[in-house]
């Protein structure tokens, strides 16, 4: 599927041929993210209905977040993975359970021996044995994505569940992996490089730490043109509880200039917040930019994502940028102001791919004036999809947000 974002870099890429090594396929079950509330003490097994396995395959560590333990405890909690077919509830079977493990406040990172096989209608769960309130409880999160807990009995292994959260939107601080850092979000693109009419164009990334926990993992830069390799350059971070991390230039900071696109990873870690912006850099004249959220890692994705073209082909330039997780095809097309298609063209892209082209090459068709873009997904395939409107006489840039 598709997540449509906007965007306003103005270089030109070109596709190379490199022999390089692909990344590898990381796989990953539920999530580590922000402040949330407990859940209680008392026996219970909790699942977390919310992020499945991002694809078929084993997984060998899981990190739980826990909190209220005065003292480290043993034996206190068991990691189940359970198969929720079709997302009904009518019927979940425990497919695997490692344990028991012992418990501290904060992140538990647990070695899964032996891996457990997974699937993408496999979902993590914590069940929290018989032992006193001072060995403390797992640990939620309220978030803005759509995700639910299952409360069951203490030792449910099978069967119908209709018990939830308090409310839609809350999660369970529970991973599984088999990666030892995970990605938890992407800048689509950053840059520091030279651009169209003059302008030279920086990105500036900022990374907050919401938790009482610190945060480890790295930023990994994948440059445009190729499919990210394991060998791209990775810079490692550390964020204090509550504390936060800026970079002006954090292209160059890694040690490398051009145009790519930035996973931000995490160790065993809650996830920071981040941001970034791209900006003009016009020396002592200031600067010219906007703002870029990253996007979340997940399966949470549109199918359908629409890029409006400008009015004004003359005075503003239009790019498109496709960074892709997973690989697939796209079926692009375009439409005129009053809505009469004007040419569809089929995109293939291999999984960890980035490139940023003119709207016209990405389209294979004129642009017409005020029209839009339709990019859809043939299968649920994790994508983002970019466009960017720059002012080709200032060259300030424009945000414009696809969407369905």
């Known amino acids: 599927m598709i997540r449509a974002r906007a965007y306003f870099l103005i270089l030109l890429v070109t596709s190379t041929s490199l022999a390089l090594t692909a990344a590898a396929q990381e796989i990953r079950i539920g999530s580590l993210e922000g402040n949330g509330a407990t859940f209680t003490g008392s026996p219970v097994t909790l699942i977390d209905w919310s992020r499945p396995g991002s694809a078929s395959g ?78 403390g409880q797992p640990y939620g999160t309220f ?84 499919a990210g390799t394991d060998a791209d350059p990775a810079f490692d971070y550390l964020i204090l509880p509550n504390g ?43 600067t010219s930019g906007a703002a870029e959220d990253a996007v979340p890692a997940g399966t949470d994705y549109y199918s359908v994502a629409t890029v409006l073209i400008p009015e004004d082909l003359t005075n503003y330039r239009l790019n498109i940028g496709i960074r892709t997780i997973t690989a697939g095809d796209l079926n692009v097309t375009v439409h005129d102001a009053v809505g009469t298609p004007q040419g569809t063209t089929v995109k293939s892209y291999v999984a960890n791919f980035f490139e940023q082209v003119a709207a016209t090459a990405f389209t294979g068709s004129p642009l017409p004036p005020g029209g839009r873009i339709v990019v859809t997904a043939f299968t649920n395939k994790e994508f983002i999809v970019y466009g960017s409107v720059t002012d080709n006489r200032t060259n ?6 696809g969407s369905d």
């Open 58 to 135: 084993t997984v060998n560590t899981a990190s739980i977040a826990w909190t209220g333990a005065t003292a480290p405890c043993d034996n206190i909690f068991f990691v189940r993975f359970f198969a929720i077919p079709s997302n009904s509830l009518s019927l979940i079977v425990m497919t695997a359970e490692r344990g028991p493990f012992r418990a501290v406040t904060g992140i538990n990172t647990v070695t899964l021996d032996p891996p457990v096989t997974v699937t993408s209608e496999t979902y993590i769960g914590i069940r929290r044995a018989a032992g006193p309130e001072s060995c």
């Open 143 to 226: 978030t803005r994505q759509p995700g639910r807990v299952l409360f069951t009995s203490d030792d449910f292994k099978n069967g119908p569940i209709s018990s939830l959260s308090p409310g839609a939107n809350f999660r369970l601080q529970a991973q599984a992996s088999n990666v030892p850092s995970v990605r938890v979000s992407t800048i689509p693109a950053v840059g520091a490089l030279a651009g169209g009419f003059g302008s030279f164009f920086r990105t500036s990334l900022s990374l907050a730490n919401p938790s009482s926990i610190q945060i480890r993992g790295k930023l990994v830069y994948h440059p445009a043109g190729r």
């Open 244 to 286: 936060t991390l800026n970079y002006s230039d954090i292209v160059t900071t890694m040690g490398q200039s051009g145009l790519g696109s930035l996973d931000i990873l995490t160790t065993a870690s809650t996830t920071p917040i981040v941001t970034a912006r791209v900006y003009n850099d016009n020396g002592s004249a200031g």
């Open 396 to 401: 300030d840039p424009t945000i414009r947000i």
